[in-house]
């Protein structure tokens, strides 16, 4: 495929899953990937565990640092960060595996679930920031 058409191809194909996502359980994709991906740390809930793993849900660090968590997804992250007022600095491995189209629905999941109303982010965004990733 040449490389111009390669972003439609992957806007129309999360519009596809997006709507086969959106019947009664919506982010099925993103839901399913963070149960298999992401569950064991942050938890069903995503609480976190106590200052070890930081929460997901109501994160203050998931809310404003939306720009990089494609990258953190892809390629983990070993900082030392706050989040919502806790200083967490074990490191998280990144997860190789996921392409650009089930990052964005597992992070539109994430962006949704728990209560929280982060926003959504396109597959051509997330490819954005993964072209930035330091
Ligand atoms: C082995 C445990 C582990 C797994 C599995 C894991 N994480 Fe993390 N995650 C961490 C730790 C530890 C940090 C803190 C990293 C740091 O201090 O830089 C973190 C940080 C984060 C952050 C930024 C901080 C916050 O709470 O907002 C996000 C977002 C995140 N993880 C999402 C995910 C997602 C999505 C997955 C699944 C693809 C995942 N993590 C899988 C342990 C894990």
Redesign the pocket.
């Known amino acids: 495929m040449r490389l111009a058409s390669s972003g439609t191809f992957f806007l129309l194909l999360c519009l596809v899953l997006f709507n086969m996502g959106c019947g009664n359980e919506p982010f099925t994709q993103g839901k399913n990937l963070?149960t298999t991906?992401?569950e064991?740390?942050?938890m069903a809930n995503g609480t976190?565990l106590g200052g070890?793993?930081?929460?997901?849900a109501q994160?203050d660090?998931?809310q404003t640092q939306q720009q990089k968590?494609a990258c953190?997804?892809r390629y983990g992250?070993?900082?030392?960060?706050v989040?919502n007022g806790v200083t967490?600095?074990?490191?998280?491995?990144g997860?190789k595996t996921l392409n650009e189209v089930q990052l964005a629905n597992?992070i539109n999941y994430?962006n949704q679930a728990w209560g929280n109303d982060y926003g959504f982010v396109t597959v051509e965004q997330v490819h954005q920031q993964l072209v930035g990733c330091k």
């Open positions: 963070y991906h992401c064991n740390c942050h976190g070890n793993i930081p929460p997901l994160s660090y998931l968590i953190i997804i992250q070993a900082d030392t960060i989040v967490y600095n074990e490191p998280m491995a997860v597992l994430l």
